[in-house]
T-cell receptor
Framework: EDKVVQSPLSLVVHEGDTVTLNCSYE??????LLWYKQEKKAPTFLFML??SGIEKKSGRLSSILDKKELFSILNITATQTGDSAVYLC????????????WGLGTSLAVNP | DVKVTQSSRYLVKRTGEKVFLECVQD?????MFWYRQDPGLGLRLIYF???????EKGDIPEGYSVSREKKERFSLILESASTNQTSMYLC?????????????FGPGTRLTVL
């Protein structure tokens, strides 16, 4: 059965810290992996990763995929209170009518 | 600016009522999805549709039905609402054919069934 596991489930850090969120997966015929940020509203898209070893970067956020070891990490450097959110990881298997398999998310709290 | 809208942000209904949740997207997307989100359970797919009048059950379709008569609109129907259907309902859409398959989400409807 296809599955996506995120760790840790929750994390509390201080402003300025660097955090690493993990997403491991088991899917048949991997196509892509996506990261979303969810504050007290709908998820918003962060990154899509399809190739191993190629870092995607947006400001203080970056992500990389390892297709051999079947995981991805999301890094946030110099965290701010506005980074407090649930970070969701999803994987798209090929031939699945573009449906996504979702992880449960990592809840990040950044304290001032 | 791409947009997915949902008919209500908050809804309170009574047990046994028929409930309609509507979702409209303006991106000409083929795929549309209905999820519910509950604490500790993550996003769970109820139904999705990849074309007009086409639908496919997701992971938790029991107690729900859907309708897609037009490409831009996807409705979720609770035939007889029950208290265990109290939840946040999220609609999303995506392209079936584009290489980038990000799903765009609506703002969500928080449904309370009393």
């Amino acid at each position: 059965e296809d599955k996506v596991v995120q760790s840790p489930l929750s994390l509390v850090v201080h402003e300025g810290d660097t955090v690493t969120l993990n997403c491991s997966y088991e899917v048949t015929n991997f196509r892509s992996l996506l990261w979303y940020k969810q504050e007290k509203k709908a998820p918003t898209f962060l990154f899509m990763l399809t190739s191993s070893g190629i870092e995607k970067k947006s400001g203080r956020l970056s992500s990389i995929l390892d297709k051999k070891e079947l995981f991805s990490i999301l890094n946030i450097t110099a965290t701010q209170t506005g980074d407090s959110a649930v970070y969701l990881c999803a994987v798209e298997p090929a031939g699945n009518n573009r449906k996504l398999i979702w992880g449960l998310g990592t809840s990040l709290a950044v304290n001032p | 600016d791409v947009k997915v809208t949902q008919s209500s942000r908050y809804l309170v209904k009574r047990t046994g009522e028929k409930v309609f949740l509507e979702c409209v997207q303006d991106m000409d997307h083929e795929n549309m999805f209905w999820y519910r989100q509950d604490p500790g359970l993550g996003l769970r797919l109820i139904y999705f549709s990849y074309d007009v009048k086409m639908k496919e059950k997701g992971d938790i379709p029991e107690g729900y039905s859907v309708s897609r008569e037009k490409k831009e609109r996807f409705s979720l129907i609770l035939e007889s609402a029950s208290t265990n259907q109290t939840s946040m309902y999220l609609c999303a859409s995506s392209s079936l054919f584009l290489r980038d398959n990000e799903q765009f989400f609506g703002p969500g409807t928080r449904l309370t069934v009393l």
